[in-house]
């Protein structure tokens, strides 16, 4: 999805993304909006590379790049919904970035072997079991 919404920085087509700019961190910036949000589409787009390619890394840059969105929409106090769809976004992304690498990368506990009990519930007499 990233690398979408990265390649759609350039297009407009799903969104005017300039609008999800806050006005406080537009007059900060050194280039105008819309140049800024091309940037942010290719940095975006490596983003997602990134996560395709070693998700451990990609899952924690993606992890701190929604918590920037999702400060950068609470500053215009507009979209806050979206802000809290960002930040749910970068937690479940810094969980992937806190997953082993490969199945098997690290030692599993193993599980004690389960016996079924006929009636869970206590119902039948034990001299039935």
């Known amino acids: 999805m990233p690398i979408v919404a990265g390649a759609d920085k350039f297009t407009n087509l799903l969104a005017d993304w300039d609008r999800y700019l806050s006005p406080e961190v537009e007059r900060r910036l050194p280039v105008d909006g819309r140049t800024f949000m091309k940037l942010v589409g290719l940095a975006e787009i490596a983003v997602g590379l990134m996560v395709l390619r070693r998700p451990r890394l990609g899952g924690a840059l993606m992890s701190g790049w929604l918590a920037m969105i999702t400060a950068n929409l609470i500053s215009a106090r507009k979209y ?4 809290a ?6 937690v479940g992304a810094a969980a992937l970035a806190m997953m082993p690498d490969r199945p098997g990368a690290k030692e599993r506990a193993q599980m004690p072997p389960r ?3 006929m009636d869970p519930i ?3 007499p034990r001299s039935v079991h």
């Open 80 to 83: 806050l919904d979206i802000a």
């Open 85 to 90: 769809r960002d930040a749910l976004l970068a």
């Open 115 to 117: 016996r079924m009990r």
């Open 122 to 124: 206590g119902t039948i």
